[in-house]
DNA sequence: GACAAATGTATACTATACTAAACAAAATGT
DNA sequence: ACATTTTGTTTAGTATAGTATACATTTGTC
């Protein structure tokens, strides 16, 4: 989350630095107080959509100029282990990469299926996407009454909005990659 | 401003009613108190970045769908008595009739000159376009080296990034409308 | 170098966003 | 028809967003 914040500071530091103002400037062209936009700028506040609005109005810029995300990334992610689930008996591990991101639109998954196990999922709303990949093993994917066997290596993209099931026919742990995309 | 805390009500209800939830279904999935949830709705509220990143993250929906205004608008304005200003000794008087929002990022004014006077104005940023139509009277309108004068019904469109002036050149009050879109 | 103005930071206080719980109203089931 | 669950609303309390003031640092000017 704070992710979000950081991003407002940058770009409201940013634009307040080409315009080349002090920050007493833009607070009398907002009527945000200058305490406030500081800590913003620093990424260490927590504004309220009004103060968002009061920025974007004294200094006519759109909102999406705000919320805009800089260009450039280099984010390292590991595993979470607080956001671990697991189901069918401990038999079926989730394990999330990059939690979902307003922003960005999809999340990544890590999953780890013991060996006969079958996982079903209910249909997810209109034009979510899954993307799964066989990193070990092998997997049985079904949607709706389609059906395709992934060995290591192979990927298969599929709409989710039907139910739709992973089964682990070998008699190894098989362990996949899932990127799921929301509308 | 509180236009912008309907939209987000109205987005937000729009889409928990699509997908048949209950705000006890949205407080646990988004892990905001259903209490938010409800004032967020009926647009009393005044929600922080982070409760919406929780409301988006938690219902999988982008950031924008959330601040997207609804498509159909019906909505009047006045002259706004409260931000009128004059200059040029009051000969030159400037009533906002639309101020300006972040979504739509132009604003409407309309001016009054008396006769002869000379408003001069200051480079604005880089992007921002003026559009003056006279709808009363006579118009000289000068920006950098670039002349024009304007009569009744004519309109002037130029982008206003070096010194600019109005000069009402007849011997009665001229009337404009002006609108200023910024980049 | 010394004074003055301007800029960002830190502090104390106020307003309010947010939560948790109790409540009321409607829907659901037996 | 009645009890039970599900729904949104209201209320009281807490956390924190926001303001105003004072402070520390820098910048420019003579």
Redesign the interface.
């Not at 927590?46 to 009004?50: E, K, L």
């Not at 006519?60 to 999406?64: E, L, P």
């Not at 939690?99 to 922003?103: F, L, Q």
């Given at each position: 989350?704070d992710q979000?914040?950081r991003n407002?500071g940058i770009q409201l530091k940013k634009i307040r630095k080409e315009?080349s103002l002090s920050l007493d400037d833009v607070a009398k062209a907002t009527d945000v107080s200058k305490a406030q936009l500081a800590q913003i700028e620093k990424g260490e506040a927590?504004?309220?959509?009004?103060t968002?609005?009061?920025i974007?109005?004294g200094l006519?810029?759109?909102?999406?100029s705000l919320?805009q995300p800089p260009k450039t990334f280099f984010q390292k992610y590991s595993v979470d282990p607080s956001t671990y689930v697991s189901e069918e008996n401990g038999k079926y591990r989730v394990y999330s990469i990059i939690?979902?991101?307003?922003?960005r639109?999809w999340e990544f998954y890590k999953i780890e299926m013991d060996p006969g196990v079958i996982h079903k999922s209910e249909p997810h709303?209109e034009g979510?996407e899954e993307t799964v990949t066989v990193i070990e093993g092998q997997a049985v994917v079904q949607c709706g009454n389609m059906k395709e066997c992934l060995e290591e290596g192979e990927t298969l993209v599929f709409s989710a909005n039907q139910p739709h099931q992973y089964e682990n026919p070998t008699d190894k742990v098989t362990i996949l990659h899932l990127i799921i995309q929301?509308r």
């Open positions: 989350m979000m914040s407002i315009r927590n504004p309220t959509v009004s968002l609005w009061k974007a109005a006519k810029i759109s909102f999406s919320l939690p979902y991101n307003p922003e639109g709303t979510v929301y």
